[in-house]
């Protein structure tokens, strides 16, 4: 998958969103078939 489709993935989820919501994603670390890292 294409590191925005993850992106937009990973930013829908509930887990994350209870962690993200509201704030700035300042940072996105992506590593291909392995890590998704963001920082806000």
């Known amino acids: 998958?294409?590191?925005k489709?993850?992106?937009a993935r990973?930013?829908?989820d509930?887990?994350?969103k209870?962690?993200?919501d509201g704030q700035k994603v300042k940072?996105?670390?992506?590593?291909?078939d392995r890590l998704v890292?963001?920082?806000v």
């Not at 940072?27 to 291909?32: A, D, E, R, S, Y």
């Open 18 to 20: 209870k962690f993200v």
């Open 1 to 3: 998958m294409a590191e």
């Open 10 to 12: 990973v930013l829908a």
């Open 37 to 39: 890292n963001l920082v």
């Open 27 to 32: 940072k996105v670390v992506f590593v291909q």
């Open 5 to 7: 489709d993850v992106l």
């Open 14 to 16: 509930e887990a994350v």
